[in-house]
């Protein structure tokens, strides 16, 4: 089956331009996670959606960034007036959620680059 | 304090040897515990559960110490394709999905 996808695989953009990533989870997943990973780094969490409760959004970094999930399924993070630390590549995951497998699916990223 | 450390690494190793890591985690109410395994410029995949009573899969074996709120994952017999980062990840709540990543020890074993 189909498994998560991201898109773009990659964005360049300039400094101070707003960006909007794009995440479509596995189908029934209720679980959507938004991570960021800096070259030679680790996961940095960003923003966990589960069902219809409010995201946990605490690890958005700055008031720059912000995630909405639609419908309970897809989702889109901005990164408004981008800087050039922005530039990492960012990670969606999907999970089944309650009473389900905890394993995380994770999309192939999109690669930002801010000039 | 981040919630979930691991030994960034990298260990070196040459083919065939035991390698061991480690991770702690510092929220006590955690629930469930996973490595993941993520190549090179690839995304991370769950590479195995772990459970209260121990685990192993081929050449992996996994343990949970919850009274010293660490886990770990043994490695024998490695090999060259063993060569990754093995993330430690926990599952911070009991009823949802609450995945937390630790950074990463990266693996390289050698011919």
């Known amino acids: 089956g189909a498994g998560v996808s991201q898109s773009p695989s990659n964005k360049v953009t300039e400094k101070g331009k707003d960006v909007e990533l794009r995440c479509d989870p596995i189908s029934g997943h209720t679980a959507l996670y938004w991570y960021r990973q800096s070259l030679g780094q680790g996961l940095e969490f960003l923003i966990y959606?589960?069902?219809?409760?409010?995201?946990?959004k605490s690890g958005l970094p700055s008031d720059r960034f912000s995630a909405e999930r639609t419908g309970g399924s897809v989702s889109t993070l901005t990164i408004q007036r981008t800087q050039q630390e922005d530039s990492a590549v960012y990670l969606c995951?999907?999970?089944?959620?309650?009473?389900?497998?905890?394993?995380?699916?994770f999309g192939p990223g999109t690669r930002l680059t801010v000039l | 304090r981040k919630e979930v450390e691991q030994d960034p690494g990298p260990f070196n190793v040459p083919e065939g040897a035991t390698v061991a890591f480690n991770c702690t985690y510092s929220?006590?109410?955690?629930?469930?515990f996973f490595w993941y395994r993520q190549d090179c410029r690839k995304e991370p995949k769950l590479l195995m559960s772990v459970y209260s009573s121990g685990n192993e899969d081929g050449r992996f074996t996994a343990q949970l110490n919850r009274a010293s709120q660490y886990i770990s994952l043994l490695i024998r017999d490695s090999k060259l394709s063993d060569s990754a980062t093995y993330l430690c990840?926990?599952?911070?709540?009991?009823?949802?999905?609450?995945?937390?990543f630790g950074a990463g020890t990266r693996l390289t074993v050698k011919p």
């Open positions: 929220n006590s109410a955690s629930q469930s």
């Open positions: 990840v926990v599952n911070r709540l009991r009823t949802n999905n609450d995945m937390r």
């Open positions: 995951a999907s999970s089944r959620g309650h009473g389900g497998s905890n394993e995380q699916f």
């Open positions: 959606f589960q069902g219809n409760s409010a995201p946990d």
